[in-house]
């Protein structure tokens, strides 16, 4: 890219990093200090900022970036995640976002127990809570890396390295210092920016194509390299079972993982009454549901636009293919428009990364605190040592997340995102599920949930084509892979569920009818409630 390109970008970038910081820091100094006040904001938002925050939350670089890239490259199979991320919050606005936050005070394992004994659900949840943070953080600095690589016209990963670390620091920042208020308003100041970039890039490839959506993906398929398959099923999930069943693994775990997201979970508990969360999921479904359509035609005008030949040269797993169309469409390499275009969808891309890092950032440093932290310390500790935990546990995530997202640089962000999936859908959904309706499930139940859930999903994981045994693999050269499917979905969700039930039923701890009919009661009226 050209000079004018990098420069307009980064100043941009600093622009939002200044605003930001600005928040963050007035944040700091207007806060009580509290453990609700660092978790949950005070609950002091409304549903409309709260659906503002979520739909910031939850619409990441995976999103705006690795979802468009798919569809650029494999057409009608990218469309899977558009599909899959948004009917997802129909779980969760009908199963789980009143009742959590009713029962709970400001993460998972609060809802879990509840009812149960709570050093051990706490340590389990809290364990799974963190898990699929970090698989999730490295999904936004791979997408930090690739956009500063394209930014910088990919010269040398010192740039890159340096560009991942210093995105970790930020959210470091944010969350130590400004908590999840500031946390909040930067999702906001995000979501509107991501929502103005997304529907002037969406308008501007109706226009290029005079509105024929007809013509846009005629074009898209003769410029793909696959002709009409491009517009059919098959392309990346078609072939053999093997194939077929990650494409299913991979539905279930984007419509069954939202549900588990932690980084979701906390945001219900920023609102005062669970109406408002309610109302907040409506508010959200909105947003999320306009901006995920529109990058269906995103990806398909840059296979058309640019072809997916270029995005794929650009970058092997598509990454890039929203900025390569926004430099295309402003009037091309060297023009003002493009240089102009292309700075704004950079700057609104970075944004989205370091919005999206501090709201997980944030949910994983509350696990750690509030669930293993408060789990295993001893009595008589400091008011206040839980939130001083925190923000060291934001600092350790976000050192972990950085070395792991370098690691796995290569990967599609969409596609490590649906690996985070997987893994809530396995260990956190089912004994959400089973503690909110089932009245037997036990302490032995819960925990065998969580890790039934969890292990499985990690292992599998670990011995797939994602990691070893294929030219796209984070460690191509060696071949230790057992697992064929890339999604362990599939097999892990089911596990988590039948390990909750088969601890349940070996428990020889009787259910405590009496703490359920409190719990059921609280999850449905908001009796008692924090």
């Not at 558009?82 to 394992?109: H, I, M, P, Y």
């Not at 529109?294 to 030949?309: H, K, N, Y």
């Not at 290569?410 to 690996?419: C, I, K, Q, R």
């Not at 071949?479 to 088969?502: E, M, T």
């Amino acid at each position: 890219m050209t000079g004018d390109h990098q420069t307009l970008a980064l100043l941009l970038f600093s622009a939002f990093v200044a605003v930001t910081l600005g928040i963050t820091t007035w944040v700091s100094r207007n806060r009580r200090g509290s453990a609700e006040e660092f978790y949950a904001g005070g609950r002091l938002f409304s549903p409309m900022e709260n659906g503002f925050a979520i739909a910031g939350d939850y619409m990441s670089a995976a999103s705006f970036l690795g979802i468009s890239g798919l569809i650029a490259l494999y057409g009608y199979d990218g469309m899977l995640y558009s599909v899959g991320f948004l009917v997802a919050w129909l779980v969760v606005l009908f199963l789980v976002a009143e009742l959590v936050r009713n029962c709970g005070r400001f993460t998972l394992a609060d809802v879990i127990a509840a009812r149960m004994a709570e050093r051990p659900v706490r340590i389990a949840a809290g364990t799974s809570s963190v898990a699929v943070s970090v698989l999730y953080l490295i999904a936004q600095m791979v997408g930090a890396g690739s956009l500063v690589a394209l930014l910088l016209g990919g010269t040398g990963e010192a740039a890159r390295t340096w560009t991942v670390v210093g995105v970790g620091a930020l959210m470091v920042v944010y969350v130590s210092l400004g908590g999840m208020r500031a946390t909040t308003w930067i999702q906001i100041v995000k979501a509107v920016l991501l929502m103005a970039g997304t529907v002037t890039l969406t308008v501007l490839v109706l226009v290029r194509f005079h509105g024929d959506v007809n013509g846009l993906l005629a074009t898209a398929a003769e410029r793909s390299g696959h002709g009409t398959a491009f517009l059919g099923p098959g392309l990346r999930y078609g072939g053999d079972w093997t194939a077929r069943l990650d494409f299913i693994s991979l539905g279930l775990a984007l419509v069954l993982g939202t549900a588990g997201l932690p980084h979701i979970l906390s945001r219900f508990y920023t609102v005062p009454t669970a109406r408002a969360a309610r109302r907040s999921v409506v508010w959200a479904i909105g947003l999320i549901g306009g901006f995920y359509l529109m990058t269906i035609v995103l990806g398909f005008g840059a296979a058309a636009i640019i072809g997916s030949s270029e995005v794929r040269a650009s970058n092997a797993s598509g990454n890039t293919a929203v900025p390569l169309l926004a430099l295309d469409l402003g009037g091309g390499a060297g023009s003002t428009g493009g240089t102009v275009l292309f700075a704004i969808v950079a700057a609104v891309a970075f944004a989205t990364i370091l919005a999206v890092v501090a709201g997980i950032t944030l949910a994983s440093s509350a696990s750690v605190a509030h669930d293993l932290y408060a789990s295993l310390r001893r009595p008589g500790g400091k008011p206040y040592s839980e939130v001083a935990v925190a923000r060291t546990a934001a600092a350790v995530i976000g050192a972990a997340a950085i070395g792991l997202g370098l690691l796995a640089r290569d990967l599609n962000v969409a596609f490590l995102v649906g690996l985070a999936f997987a893994v809530a859908a396995s260990a956190n959904l089912p004994v959400l599920l089973y503690s909110l309706f089932w009245r037997r499930f036990t302490t032995r139940g819960a925990v065998w949930s969580v890790y039934g859930g969890l292990v499985p999903a990690v292992l599998l994981v670990l011995f797939s084509p994602v990691v070893s045994g294929s030219p796209d693999a984070l460690f191509p050269g060696v071949d230790f892979h057992v697992f064929p499917l890339q999604n362990p979905g599939v097999v892990s969700i089911p596990l988590g569920f039948l390990a909750g039930w088969l601890g349940t039923v070996t428990s020889p701890e009787p259910p405590d009818e009496a703490r359920h009919a409190e719990t059921e009661v609280r999850s449905l009226t908001g009796a008692g409630a924090a």
